[in-house]
């Protein structure tokens, strides 16, 4: 018998077309610097062998993940690329990361210590980015250290310091005082920095490229806008409003059912239908991502109309109210949770608010079942 190996009815459409569109318009404001893309947490889920290869498409050839793992799994499907990987890691992880040619985020020098070991041992050079703490206070070193901990890295040759980089946590806000003090702080670690040979120095995130040209530097990492998401809704520029979001999640109306007033639905019966519902089932739950705190909090597109969400949001599936389609919906409707319906529209910062929470953490955490398919992008 012939295999069959059907997808999730729920579904993640990445919007390919839209991601040339921020990518187009973010190396607009960026100039003629190179653009390294995030792509970690797959591709704030977006799907990350999806977008890396659209993006080496595009011509963007350094792509930024979190962890080597990511970097591995994307060099076995064979996408060409550079990756640097922006999360400290420890000396365990040296051998993959010479291996591989990944170009490491250091703050330690016993990394520099272990790459440089398993560098000589495979008879490579190892490129690595040496991160410098100007506000950030996650990883890093002060800038006081800079100087001493270069002056290190010079007695291993196969060691290259090919960058030095810092990170904004406060880039996404109205007030920059903080953002501009860390601007002032690195200028002047790239000039020290400049004795040493170091061409490339890089801090400027999503917020920045909109609303910080003076961080762009020699090469900016935009993570969030190139998925067509903004920052926050803080960020001065207008022009983030011209971004489009990537990705549409949709699922299918898998059954109805008439139920009459007062009839208790889903788990321990946090809802009652006030009077004769018709009520939909959609294969959705907190297993691919959709979070049980927006339980009777939230909506879905049905014929480009939005219905609520009604009982508690299981691991698999979720109801909808209905009652005001009858006679149009049926079983295999197509189910907006988030994009674009019709003339009607389902944001994740729309359901970010409503969790109390980011935009980022809405896409990031939709599941790696939900099936995620490239449209566009031809």
Same mark, same amino acid.
């Given at each position: 018998?012939?295999?069959?190996?059907?997808?999730?009815?729920?579904?993640?459409?990445?919007?390919?077309?839209?991601?040339?569109?921020?990518?187009?318009l973010?190396?607009?404001?960026?100039?003629?610097r190179?653009?390294?893309?995030?792509i970690?947490?797959?591709?704030?889920?977006?799907?990350?062998e999806?977008?890396?290869r659209?993006?080496?498409?595009?011509?963007?050839?350094?792509?930024?993940?979190?962890?080597?793992?990511?970097?591995?799994?994307?060099?076995? #499907?064979?996408?060409?690329a550079?990756?640097?990987?922006?999360?400290?890691?420890?000396?365990?992880?040296?051998?993959?990361?010479?291996? +591989?040619?990944?170009?490491?985020?250091?703050?330690?020098?016993?990394?520099?210590?272990?790459?440089?070991?398993?560098?000589?041992?495979?008879?490579?050079?190892? #490129?690595?980015?040496?991160?410098?703490?100007?506000?950030?206070?996650?990883?890093?070193?002060h800038?006081?250290?800079?100087?001493?901990?270069?002056?290190?890295?010079?007695?291993?040759?196969?060691?290259?310091?090919?960058?030095?980089?810092?990170?904004?946590?406060?880039?996404d806000?109205?007030?920059?005082?903080?953002?501009?003090?860390?601007?002032?702080?690195?200028?002047?670690?790239?000039?020290?920095?400049?004795?040493?040979?170091?061409?490339?120095?890089?801090?400027?995130?999503?917020?920045?490229i909109?609303d910080?040209?003076?961080?762009?530097?020699?090469?900016v990492?935009?993570?969030?806008?190139?998925?067509?998401?903004?920052?926050?809704?803080?960020?001065?520029?207008?022009?983030v409003?011209?971004?489009?979001?990537?990705?549409?999640?949709? +699922?299918?109306?898998?059954?109805?059912?008439?139920?009459?007033?007062?009839?208790?639905?889903s788990?321990?019966?946090?809802?009652?239908t006030?009077?004769?519902?018709?009520?939909?089932?959609?294969?959705?739950?907190?297993?691919?991502?959709?979070?049980?705190?927006? #339980?009777?909090?939230?909506?879905?597109?049905?014929?480009?109309?939005?219905?609520?969400?009604?009982?508690?949001?299981?691991?698999?599936?979720?109801?909808?109210?209905?009652?005001?389609?009858?006679?149009?919906?049926?079983?295999?409707?197509?189910?907006?949770?988030?994009?674009?319906?019709?003339?009607?529209?389902?944001?994740?910062?729309?359901?970010?608010?409503?969790?109390?929470?980011?935009?980022?953490?809405?896409? +990031?955490?939709?599941?790696?079942?939900?099936?995620?398919?490239?449209?566009?992008?031809?």
């Amino acid at each position: 018998m012939k295999n069959i190996h059907p997808n999730h009815l729920t579904r993640a459409e990445i919007n390919l077309d839209h991601l040339t569109w921020n990518m187009a318009l973010l190396q607009e404001l960026a100039g003629a610097r190179p653009m390294w893309p995030a792509i970690k947490a797959n591709a704030y889920g977006h799907g990350m062998e999806i977008i890396a290869r659209h993006l080496v498409k595009l011509g963007y050839n350094t792509l930024c993940v979190a962890h080597i793992t990511e970097a591995i799994a994307l060099v076995e #499907s064979g996408v060409d690329a550079k990756f640097v990987l922006l999360s400290a890691t420890l000396p365990e992880h040296s051998e993959a990361i010479v291996t +591989t040619g990944c170009e490491p985020v250091v703050c330690t020098f016993e990394m520099i210590v272990a790459l440089a070991r398993d560098a000589e041992k495979l008879g490579r050079q190892v #490129s690595v980015h040496l991160m410098v703490d100007t506000g950030m206070g996650r990883i890093g070193i002060h800038a006081d250290e800079v100087i001493p901990f270069l002056e290190q890295c010079r007695k291993y040759p196969s060691i290259n310091v090919r960058g030095v980089m810092s990170h904004f946590p406060c880039a996404d806000e109205t007030n920059k005082a903080l953002s501009l003090e860390q601007i002032e702080q690195f200028q002047q670690i790239r000039e020290m920095a400049r004795e040493f040979g170091i061409t490339v120095f890089h801090m400027a995130n999503s917020a920045a490229i909109f609303d910080l040209p003076g961080s762009y530097f020699d090469a900016v990492r935009p993570g969030i806008a190139i998925y067509g998401l903004p920052p926050s809704n803080e960020i001065i520029n207008l022009r983030v409003q011209e971004l489009k979001p990537v990705l549409a999640w949709k +699922t299918q109306i898998t059954f109805l059912k008439e139920v009459p007033a007062h009839t208790g639905l889903s788990y321990g019966h946090a809802f009652h239908t006030q009077h004769h519902s018709l009520v939909a089932t959609v294969p959705v739950g907190y297993g691919d991502g959709l979070h049980i705190n927006l #339980s009777n909090r939230m909506g879905m597109l049905v014929h480009g109309k939005r219905c609520s969400q009604i009982g508690r949001i299981t691991m698999d599936q979720s109801l909808l109210d209905v009652s005001h389609l009858r006679g149009k919906v049926k079983q295999g409707d197509e189910v907006v949770i988030i994009g674009q319906q019709g003339q009607e529209r389902l944001t994740a910062d729309e359901l970010a608010i409503t969790l109390g929470t980011i935009n980022y953490e809405v896409v +990031t955490t939709v599941a790696q079942r939900v099936h995620r398919v490239a449209v566009g992008g031809k």
